[in-house]
């Protein structure tokens, strides 16, 4: 989230796209509620009406996988209409830059293109620079070839007719839906846009969190109350392990991995491809090198480059995500499995052929409160022959959340700790135990190797504690941060150095234990102004609640409305101050030159309408899934261009002549993603203890299907049998030429548990997004019929 | 002290069912599950263990809209409550929080307040006792009667993240019902505020978004006036002529008779 759950009761329009809040974020609606007391819109965008739809204002019907034609309309709209914050995006976007003579684009097809490594050359979408390598600009934004015009020029192809005949959105709601939110681009208006999976799990998923983004600059919603580009996170701590590089292509901080490239042989060539010349990025080698301090410790000098190689090396170009792992370990290049509390079996992508993949594992370590599907792969009640598998699996049972201490951060960026509440049951152990004790462990077989290879092991630090209980507080000073050699917790990131005297394990994370108190901990619900609750546990970066909140107020730093103070300037005292933390620097005044610069992280400090960073493209453009009903409308690009395959066996892809049916999956409040927790939990599994299929009433008559019907739906994957739930709540869409059914499933079940059913990601398409290879599990291709 | 109620907003539940979670946990109740019925409500019917359930009702409006309408569905706790009436061995009583509240120790599990019950709220349990004989007890939701007493609200109200449950002062939540009613006639111009008089109102009063018929509620709900007559009157003189038990067969006929008067289909189904 760039705003946080609070914020959402200062939006005059909250638009749900791609999420079910009522249902998958129910606290959120405390403050959806509240803000629609004070008269804000509801709108809810989704392939059917949920109950998310029934508490808003107005729902759209969206087909799956067309989000961007969805609000590329909406953009459209907004241009045409002049229903854009004009002022804010003259100033505070790159709207004005002009952009290199390379640029173009020609039938869903931008400039730089090579077809057989399905990439772009990024480095050809770029803006076009002076003499003194300054980037040119027309602030009345009436160039041809600036962002504002070419964004113009893009988006006029996504006229309402067009936009709806993809979509299947009934036209006059798309109109009012366009008209509602494009309303909040006045002045001290505020709209918000509130997303989840069913926006990221597409094979255009960054796109469209693009186009969201775009679309919310072009309005001057970025950066104050009620505004911004929230992601719902899906699982309490999800923000936090992102934060804490759970990705691959991330260390702590969202920073790079080095890879085996010549460029990155040095750590000096690895900070220089790494690091911006402007934004506050340009000063990762503090955040990097005070890293590998906390990594490392003394072994980490100037001399050995802090430690820089010692640290495990990505093969340049080559994808470690999900999916290509159970790709890797299909064709049997892997050995071993270590899990956490994942359930791939129910909750993968193609589960039925990553089940597959696991009997070629030599061993599986599975860290869980109860045994899923995924731990019992290779049992006869998994379908499986016990005695053909080789694979070791270790269980190692695990606490419940409430049985151990910490830390989560939620999707406002909030780092709250937690208390253990009841002692673990049995020989359970929390995560950080079971690290804690493996590391140690295996620290101390290296102990005495004298090869290479060895060092990283042995170079690392453990100092928390010699018990199997490590010492929390000490990984909270180490996650802040302190100098080397006075011990004392540095203040905040802007402490750090890139000489090795500090350490900070993630330097996001930088200010949250100064020497004072670990203010995670910190309970004072004192509403200072704006609910933002400074006082209340700790907010990363440095506090700041609302991100870029820069541009909450205008170009002389005064509130764009006095009803949603943010920051302001404040003449006298020469800072910024108000209700929130500056997402700037305190002290820069109107004769700064980059006074109207709100998008710090941004080189060039403006929010990007065009961006060189995605891989598909610097404007967002609509590609059908990867399975898909119709031929795209907006080009005879099908697929997303820049979409990787993987491995072919674990890839069937089925097509419209033999599924016809549109698919998609999703969560209910009940349960909780792959089920393993709350289905077995007897007060949850009551509420919604089968596995069903939503089928429209249309099209229940076409197939014959009554309600409580046993009925098959089948894919190029497999196929599964599930109850039938015949609804009002799904309807066929009517596109340009001609009429689609849609299905929807949740994904929560498994043979397992008290509330079981079958899976339904034994349907879904094992291909991902072009950037971040997230699974396209909301958009596929089936067809359905009654169990004889 | 003033009268407190509890109010139902329906317009503001937005269908997480914490409330039925929390019930559950609060009164220890076992879990329920039950087959498949089409829709995503949990159970067709409140049970002896099942204290409230949230209706899911996929409605057409009058004017073609299409609205999914929700509703928490437990005791109304009736001021003049026919389940009261119906007993005939004064196990059920109004406490000084005016909830009706069942008396296990006195109750016979005779089941007559389950048929007298104007809202098919009230339902008997099962159990066993050392033997292995059966025996039965009315049980229903409480209103968290245990928890008023500690000057804690109701388990239901405090796990409500939307106020659709609100437990206030009895003035305040009439004079919010009419200003919430005010708010939502645009959208749902059935929209009505369901406090039956015939039965001297209730102590859960509801803001349905549309008539009580399309929620399976009785619009006019009356206990008959041979209950009263047979409650207030009959029983305590009979008790003491005749005594107890010959009194519970006579109330019998009568409590069959008087189930006639109920209407048809008054159960929320999808």
Redesign the interface.
């Known amino acids: 989230m760039t705003n946080h759950w609070n914020d959402l009761q200062y939006a005059d329009a909250l638009m749900v796209i791609g999420a079910n809040p009522a249902e998958n974020h129910p606290i959120s609606f405390r403050w959806i509620s509240k803000a629609k007391q004070k008269g804000a819109k509801l709108i809810s965008v989704d392939p059917r009406y949920t109950r998310t739809s029934q508490m808003a204002n107005i729902y759209g019907q969206l087909r799956s996988g067309t989000d961007i034609a969805f609000i590329g309309g909406m953009i459209h709209y907004a241009l045409e209409n002049d229903m854009y914050h004009k002022e804010y995006v003259a100033a505070y976007t790159n709207a004005s830059f002009i952009v290199d003579e390379q640029y173009s684009f020609e039938d869903g097809i931008f400039n730089d293109y090579d077809e057989t490594t399905r990439n772009y050359d990024k480095t050809k979408w770029a803006f076009k620079k002076d003499e003194n390598g300054e980037i040119v600009k027309d602030p009345a934004l009436k160039d041809p070839r600036c962002v504002f015009q070419l964004m113009k020029k893009h988006y006029a192809r996504y006229d309402v007719d067009t936009v709806t005949g993809v979509t299947g959105t009934d036209k006059d709601t798309y109109l009012e839906i366009c008209q509602t939110f494009t309303g909040t681009s006045e002045t001290g208006k505020a709209g918000t846009i509130l997303y989840a999976m069913g926006g990221t799990q597409h094979t255009v998923g960054t796109q469209n969190i693009r186009a969201y983004a775009i679309l919310q600059l072009l309005l001057g919603n970025i950066g104050i109350a009620g505004g911004g580009v929230n992601a719902l996170r899906g699982e309490s701590n999800v923000q936090g392990s992102t934060d804490f590089g759970l990705l691959y292509h991330n260390v702590n901080g969202y920073m790079e991995v080095p890879t085996g490239s010549d460029q990155d042989s040095k750590y000096k060539g690895f900070l220089e491809r790494i690091t911006p010349e402007s934004g506050y990025f340009s000063n990762k080698p503090k955040f990097y090198t005070s890293m590998l301090k906390a990594y490392y410790g003394n072994s980490a000098t100037k001399q050995n480059e802090f430690g820089y190689h010692l640290m495990p090396k990505l093969t340049p170009g080559k994808d470690y995500s999900h999916m290509r792992l159970f790709d890797a370990m299909y064709r049997g290049e892997l050995e071993g499995l270590i899990m956490f509390g994942t359930n791939p079996v129910v909750g993968g992508p193609n589960a039925g052929k990553e089940k597959e993949a696991l009997s070629n594992l030599k061993w599986m370590v599975a860290v869980d409160l109860f045994e899923t599907e995924t731990s019992a792969f290779w049992q006869k009640e998994a379908g499986a022959d016990p005695a053909a598998i080789q694979t070791e699996v270790i269980f190692l049972p695990a606490c419940g959340s409430f049985e151990k201490e910490g830390s989560v951060t939620n999707s406002g960026r909030w780092m709250q700790y937690r208390w253990q509440a009841i002692k673990p049951k049995g020989e359970s152990r929390a995560d950080l135990e079971i690290v804690h004790m493996l590391a140690r462990k295996l620290k101390g077989l290296y102990e005495n190797s004298p090869k290479q290879q060895d060092m990283p092991m042995k170079a690392l630090t453990w100092d928390y504690g010699e018990s199997d209980h490590p010492d929390i507080d000490m990984v909270c000073r180490e996650i802040n941060g302190y100098d080397m050699k006075t011990k004392q917790q540095i203040k905040g990131f802007g402490d750090l150095k890139d000489d090795g005297s500090t350490c900070s394990g993630n330097w996001i994370y930088s200010g949250f234990y100064p020497e004072s108190e670990n203010l995670s901990k910190r309970r004072d619900n004192t509403n200072e102004g704006m609910s933002n609750f400074l006082n209340w546990s700790f907010a990363w970066p440095a506090n700041r609640r609302i991100l870029y909140n820069r541009a909450s107020a205008d170009l002389n730093g005064k509130a764009w409305s006095k009803d949603r103070i943010g920051i302001q300037w404040n003449a006298a005292e020469k800072k910024w101050s108000g209700f929130d933390v500056p997402d700037f620097v305190a002290a820069k005044g109107p004769d700064d030159p980059t006074f109207n610069d709100p998008f710090i992280m941004m080189a060039g400090g403006k929010g990007a309408l065009f961006s060189g960073g995605v891989n598909e493209g610097p404007f967002p453009e609509h590609y059908e899934p990867y399975e898909n009903p119709i031929s795209n409308a907006f080009s005879s690009i099908q697929l997303n261009p820049a979409v990787k395959f993987g491995e072919k066996e674990m890839n069937a892809q089925g097509d419209v002549s033999e599924y016809p049916i549109v698919a998609t999956t999703y969560r209910v409040s009940e349960h909780w993603q792959s089920g393993a927790m709350t289905r077995n939990i007897p007060w949850l599994a009551e509420l919604m203890p089968h596995m069903y299929i939503e089928i429209s009433e249309e099209l229940a008559q076409e197939k014959g299907i009554s309600s409580k019907d046993r009925v098959i739906v089948k894919t190029a994957r497999g196929e599964i049998e599930a109850f039938a739930m015949i609804t009002k709540r799904f309807k066929p869409y009517k596109l340009k030429d001609k009429t689609i059914h849609q299905i929807g499933m949740p994904w929560h079940f498994g043979y397992k548990g008290i509330a079981t059913g079958a899976t339904a990601n034994r349907l879904t398409p094992h291909i991902g997004d072009a950037n971040t290879t997230i699974p396209e599990y909301k958009a596929f291709l089936c067809d359905v019929r009654r169990a004889k | 002290m003033a009268d407190y109620i509890k109010f139902v907003d329906v317009t ?1 539940c ?5 409330c ?2 929390a019930c ?2 609060w009164n220890d109740l ?5 087959d ?5 409500q ?2 067709r019917d409140l049970t002896a263990n099942t204290w409230n359930v949230i209706t899911f009702n ?1 409605h ?1 409006t009058s004017d073609g809209n ?3 309408l ?1 509703r928490h569905m437990s005791c109304l706790h009736c001021n003049q409550a026919a389940c009261e009436k119906a007993c005939p061995e004064s196990a059920i009583s109004y406490t000084k929080f005016n909830s009706v509240v069942i008396d296990a120790e006195k109750c016979v599990g005779c089941g007559y307040c389950v048929q007298n019950c104007s809202f098919g709220v009230v339902q008997l349990a099962t159990y066993k006792d050392k033997n292995g004989s059966e025996y039965r007890k009315a049980q229903k939701c409480t209103l968290c009667t245990d928890r008023l007493e500690q000057g804690l609200q109701p388990a239901c109200v405090v796990a409500c ?3 659709c449950l609100i437990y206030e002062e009895k003035d305040l939540v009439l004079a919010e019902a009419n200003k919430r009613l005010g708010e939502v006639k645009e959208r749902f111009p059935n929209a009505n505020i369901y406090n039956p008089q015939g039965i001297e109102g209730t102590n859960t009063i509801y803001l349905l978004a549309d008539k009580p018929s399309v929620y399976g509620l009785p619009e006019n709900p009356k206990v008959a006036l041979s209950q009263v007559v047979w409650k207030d009157y009959a029983q305590p003189l009979g008790k003491m002529m005749l005594g107890a038990t010959t009194m519970a067969v006579i109330g019998a006929a009568i409590s069959n008779a008087v189930r006639k008067d109920r209407p048809e289909g008054d159960h929320d189904h999808e």
């Open positions: 503001k937005d269908g997480c069912r914490a039925m979670v559950k946990n076992p879990a329920e599950p039950e498949f019925n089409g829709s995503i949990s159970h996929e057409e299409f609205e999914w929700f993240h939307t106020d």
